[in-house]
């Protein structure tokens, strides 16, 4: 039998299915007896000569098309992707919002600077997950489907960015000005990245305070007062 002949009700549970839905979640999300959402199942199972649901997935995955899937796919991949880029601007909002502030009154002092770093770590559930977003949306391909045309560009303005925050610092006396712009923006890259990712991976007070501990360290070194 063709594909087209899957029901609209077939094509909602087998997306459901490959989303890792399990029956009864199924069954309560369409107000359906696990019994309907099965029998439903088995249908499919018979349409398309599959025997198990772990066949069916995996059909589904590799070739939509034999379901009537492949529009409905792209649909639920656009949309996951906006969600996701939506989730990833607010987190990237609020960690320059911090740093704006710390700037509302003037060059900002070292404190100032760790308050605003410290709280823009990845320290409790929701900014972890938001910064998880936010590095996984930066290696993902774009919102058509193709890869991002200019990678490089992108990390070449981000990369001036950054160097101009530094030398701004340099120049307001916060960072130490015998040090190349691009070399404590390397830094700063390697330590972030570290610090982040060891904090994603461990939740325990100590860690983090072990952690904190580091980054003070790192920003006293970079100061005037540490040269």
């Known amino acids: 039998m063709s594909p087209e002949t899957l029901t609209k009700r077939e094509q909602e549970i087998v997306l459901e299915l490959l989303d890792g839905g399990r029956v ?21 199972f018979s349409k398309v000569n599959v025997h198990s649901q772990s066949e069916l997935i995996v059909l589904g995955r590799t070739d939509p098309g034999r379901l009537n899937l492949t529009s409905a796919l792209n649909s639920r991949s656009q949309l996951a992707f906006e969600d ?62 193709e890869p991002a045309s200019s990678i490089q560009q992108v990390v070449d303005e981000w990369r001036a960015s950054f160097v101009e925050q530094i030398t701004r610092l340099q120049e307001a006396g916060a960072i130490r000005r015998d040090l190349n712009p691009d070399d404590v923006l390397r830094s700063i890259g390697a330590v972030s990245l570290g610090a982040g990712t060891r904090l994603l991976g461990n939740l325990s007070n100590e860690a983090t305070e072990r952690e904190l501990r580091m980054l003070d360290s790192f920003v006293d070194a970079l100061s005037d007062s540490a040269s």
Do not use: C, M
């Open 84 to 145: 996701l880029n939506r989730r990833a601007e607010n987190a990237l909002s609020r960690l320059q919002s911090r740093i704006s502030d710390a700037y509302s009154v003037g060059p900002p002092a070292l404190d100032q600077l760790r308050a605003a770093v410290h709280a823009a770590l990845p320290l409790d559930a929701e900014r972890r997950q938001d910064w998880q977003d936010f590095l996984e949306l930066k290696t993902r391909l774009d919102g058509r489907g």
């Open 24 to 44: 009864n979640t199924i069954a309560d999300q369409f107000a359906l007896s696990p019994r309907t959402v099965r029998n439903h199942i088995k249908s499919v």
